[in-house]
């Protein structure tokens, strides 16, 4: 059984800090990697990819993968009330079907 | 702009009906799925389907069945409404290549 693991948290950080999430799987053959965000009674809005080792940064958005240990992870820059939301983390299904195998999200609090 | 769209944003059932969920998407995706969220589990995928008439099960497909007779529409069926399914359900687009998912606003239902 693939599985994408996350803390649920909830991650507190002052309005301004650095915000990381951090999301480990256990299929060595996944690819494809994504960070959706979601907030309170909406649908999850995808704000991150990543394919490749290393980071991939998108305005205040970096996003890290590290293949080898099976860790990707997300820092949020200059945190602001607005980025309060849950984070999942997404991680394609190798065999083909082109599914996305989701960890159960981080709670994110940023506080004014 | 990706636009995914289910018939209802809230259901009420009764245990033992058989319940309909609807999902449209508008931007020719050929890949389309139905997921389940609930508190402490994530988002597990129930059915996906690649093509008109196509349908594969996804992890927790028991008690559900799919039709999608058209290109966008796909649409999710309950046969006998249990209130273990009670949830909120999520349908989500991505196109032929393509791995990231694009969500619907997500329908609560609540069976009683």
């Known amino acids: 059984q693939k599985e994408v693991e996350q803390n649920s948290g909830p991650l507190s950080v002052p309005e301004g800090a650095i915000a990381s999430l951090n999301c480990t799987y256990s299929d060595r053959g996944s690819q494809s990697f994504f960070w959706y965000r979601q907030y309170s009674g909406k649908s999850p809005e995808l704000i991150m990819f990543?394919?490749?080792?290393g980071d991939k940064e998108d305005g205040r958005f970096t996003a890290q993968l590290n293949k080898a240990s099976q860790y990707v992870s997300l820092l949020i820059r200059d945190s602001q009330p607005s980025d309060s939301a849950t984070y999942l983390c997404a991680v394609n299904d190798d065999t083909g079907r082109r599914a996305l195998t989701f960890g159960s999200g981080t709670r994110l609090q940023v506080q004014p | 702009d990706v636009k995914v769209t289910q018939s209802s944003r809230y259901l009420v059932k009764r245990t033992g009906e058989k319940v309909f969920l609807e999902c449209v998407q508008d931007?020719?995706?050929?890949?389309m799925f139905w997921y389940r969220q609930d508190p402490g589990l994530g988002l597990r995928l129930i059915y996906f389907s690649y093509d008109v008439k196509m349908k594969e099960k996804g992890d927790i497909p028991e008690g559900y069945s799919v039709s999608r007779e058209k290109k966008e529409r796909f649409s999710l069926i309950l046969e006998s409404a249990s209130t273990n399914q009670t949830s909120m359900y999520l349908c989500?687009?991505?196109?032929?290549?393509?791995?990231?998912?694009?969500f619907g606003p997500g329908t609560r239902l609540t069976v009683t």
């Open positions: 989500a687009s991505s196109r032929v290549q393509g791995i990231e998912q694009y």
């Open positions: 931007m020719d995706h050929e890949n």
């Open positions: 990543i394919y490749s080792n």
